[in-house]
């Protein structure tokens, strides 16, 4: 049986059950990865999955059941069924929207999958041979992957809307040594399924594995307080971080102190600062037509003129907190059941250019490109792939990467520039619940923040 | 599973299947309350074959025809990296006790009583704290086939408890947490939750620190978050392979201090990461990494081992996606003769710390850690004073854990994983606003 043909048989039972809710995921998809360690192609595969869920609410709790064989499908409706009662006397509701049905044809030009491995092949060899070409360079590693998904979502209100997506990422990272020193630098790009976003890049990895050997000769940064100027790519890791988790309504819904700090129509930041996040900007990693409930996407202003405005919400959560649902569900695979996730996230353009940005900087830190970063919603740290000292408003020395944390609240409201250079970074992947990584896509124009700390010596 | 084999033969030099199928349950309880109840059923099957002596790689979740499963392991095959080993032929593992028949039994309703012990203490000693739980139990069955007569099949069991909770206060933040798992079922709440209590005693008050050079307990959990990310990758025949190991060059030498000692044990019985044999059917054995601070060796699967000329140390663990790399089962760190308590009192300014967040994001692959403590204490003329914040704790293991002041004589379980004691180190590099 496909997943048609098991999307078709759920339907019809799906009503039948006295259950406030029942939906079912369907899915079927191929991946295919490539990754290099040191001069050669070390492994390729390509991968396949069939598989689904259902999940039902009963009397306030949730019951979920995953397989990876589609018969017998009645069982595993009934077991969810089952497991949602036997949780009794939980609260959960869900807000309902009018039924949907519909098949979404994705713009994917190719499937990226279906490209030939040699093509992929010779594209990374030529990025790999660009790294090795720089002098004094240890090791390189590269890991390409992407992948198809066609999907079903139906539920017992009646809808069925058929899906598809397609991802394509590309990590290159090269490594130098010297005398047991090793320093990375690495560059991380993505597109939604078009293998072309990942052409063309040999001169921006030329300069990462040349960034790479002479960071062994920088010298480390002085732990402490510094005024700090963000580029486009770690701006849009921070508010994806630091202020993204925290718009989750699935953080705040159940948190009646949480509820209190997050109240619309607080002042987070200055009135220059405008954060958004949003699957129907199109063409980007976290984009879609519905999320994984159902819910058509939206494009929601999470901070307005530096006011606290909207946040992220499943079904679950706009019902507990009356608000109004934003299409933010999301699974990873049907493994997992959709929870609030984010989608594109972005801190809107100014005014600034990078150039006024730093001018009045006597000693400061410009931090660049990303390495990784997490949260626990109050407090956040975020490491930069680059970091150079500013002196009397010029970039000078080259640093070691340095790490960043604060408290949200109060750097939000320390950032007192922006640039008018929106960049979106597709390159990344976002990880939560154990669901991970998922397609999101983060952007900013240059920010500047002030009294940011940072780890160092 | 056989008939895959028997395709593959016939296109390939030497094949491999390997089939995993597992039965997972979690009782799920959020903001204090039972939330939902999952049943999550899977299946996979992955083909390795070795064909004009390079390698393939075809994996599928769900229903896949076998011939359709080959052709993709004889494309990949053709960019494929030459195999430097063969499949291992028949052979003895040894026993590991894996597999706890009373762990499937563990009914529903008892999970869900579990985990409402697991909340109860927590909610009554501290109003407003709010909890999540999670109850689960496992059963895992792996079966693996080669075309030179290797053969293995184990079934195990593991059960899991842990609960967090946070507590907010105004824009405060304090999150505690623990959690315990074993292939047999765990009943003792009462274990976590003390410990869980401990530290919102300890968080109670908060403390600042000043910034500068200070000696730094890691508790257990403080040493998996701030020094594990960049052992594992420096003691991984992988990193080493390239070159990018800080000790790849160093075997023999002794590089951390002569009481620190790492192995790395896939027999310990009724581990949860324990087996008779790794993914790739080469038998399970205890390894030593690091022993009284010398680099004694590396974690390799086969591929890794024939490229460095090495010994699988029976590491071969199939990733996300399922391709196979040189991994950790269980990490124990040699204990030593301090009492956390003795640490304690011998500092007169220092921190304690449990939880370094970001720790992982630096430049691990050279050994630096810098994060912020996102639980930990300050420590005042010998006693814990009070929880810290807004505190970066920076360094690098090479230089941390060359020298040690003291290792803790008992250590502790971090989730199935990892086995460490308590750390005491001096002059670390810490910044606080």
Redesign the interface.
Known sequence: MNIKEAGHLLAGMMAKYDAEYIEAHLEESE?S???Y??K????????????GNVRALVKG??????????DDLETKVK?AIE??G??S????KIKSSSPIVERVVADIRHNPVNIQ??EK?RLLDEYNQVIWAVPKL??S?IGYADGYRKYIYLNSAGSYIEQERADVTLRTTA?A?DN?????VGLSLGSPGDFNAIKGLHNQIREIAENAVKMLAAPQAK???YTVVLDPILAGVFIHEAFGHLSEADHVY?????RE?MTLGKTFGGAHLNVVDGALVPGLRGSYKYDDEGVPAQKTYLIREGILTGRLHSRETAAKMNEKLSGNARAISY?F?PIVRMTNTYIEAGKTSFKDMIADIKEGIYVKNW????T????????AGEAYMIRNGQIAEML????L???V?STLKNIDAIGNDLDMNQGGGCGKAGQSPLAVSNGSPHIRIQ?C????? | MEEILELARKVSDEAEVFMMSSEEAPVHFEANRLKAIQSKQSASVSLRIIRNGKLGYAAASGQIEPRKLVDIAVETSEFGMPAKFSFPSAQDFPTVKILDPATEAVSIGEMKDLGQKLIEPLVKSTEGILCEAEVSRESLTVRISNTRGGRAQYKKTAFGLGVSGTLVRDTDMLFVGEGQESCHPLRDTKAITDIVLRQLELAKNTATVSSGQLPVIFTPDGVVSAFLPSLMSALNGKTVLLGASPVGRRLGERVFDPRFSIFDDPTLEYAPNSRPCDDEGTASRRTALIEKGVVKNFLYDLQTAGQAQAQSTGSGCRGRGGLMSPSPSAWTIGTGEASFEDMVKEIKEGLVIEQLMGAEQGNVLGGDFSGNVLLGYKIENGRITGRVKNTMVSGNIYQVLKEVVAIGKEAKWIGGGVCAPAIYCSGLSVASK
């Open positions: 991946a990865h490539l990754t360690r040191g050669d192609l070390e492994s390729t595969d390509k991968t396949s999955a069939v598989g709790g949730w019951g979920f059941v995953s397989f990876n064989d589609l077991q497991q949602a036997y949780v006397g939980g609260e959960a491995l040699a092949k240890q090791t590693m490594i040594t047991g020193e090793v320093q990375q732990g402490g307080e159940e948190n009646p102190q949480l700090l493994r059941p390495y990784g970063g997490t626990s919603m109050e407090m956040f740290t975020f490491s070691r990467p340095v790490v944390t604060g408290n609240f009294h700390l940072i780890g160092g010596k």
